[in-house]
């Protein structure tokens, strides 16, 4: 993943979210990868399990590499600063962009592959 703003690029493993509207980045995924959470802006609450949080919109890339494509998509992701609330969390990889991919599942062959739809 790549936030230009910041100049932060690094590898994240998201959780798969069907029920989650935005891509989110949590606390624990943005301390590893050095997020400067004070120089973050354009906040924006959302209402999760566990109440409404504020997050804060950055343009990001993800890319999605493997041996037979690479994928990458521009959008605005939401970064959740540290907070007792959202601190412990994956981060989430939703509808923003599962809604841009296909999603094959095999459960049997314990594989998931996000194809460029």
Known sequence: MLLPRLGIVG?????????AVATA????????LGCPFDDLLLPVEFEG????????RETAVIAFDDSNTD????FELSIAKPHPAVDGLDSLLGRDIL???RMEYDFP???LELVQA
């Open 99 to 101: 809604n841009r991919v």
């Open 11 to 19: 590898g994240v493993n998201f959780l798969i979210d069907t029920g």
């Open 109 to 111: 062959q314990e594989r």
């Open 49 to 56: 399990v566990g109440g409404t949080h504020t997050y804060y």
């Open 71 to 74: 994928v990458e998509f521009r």
């Open 25 to 32: 980045l949590h606390p624990g995924d943005g301390v590893r």
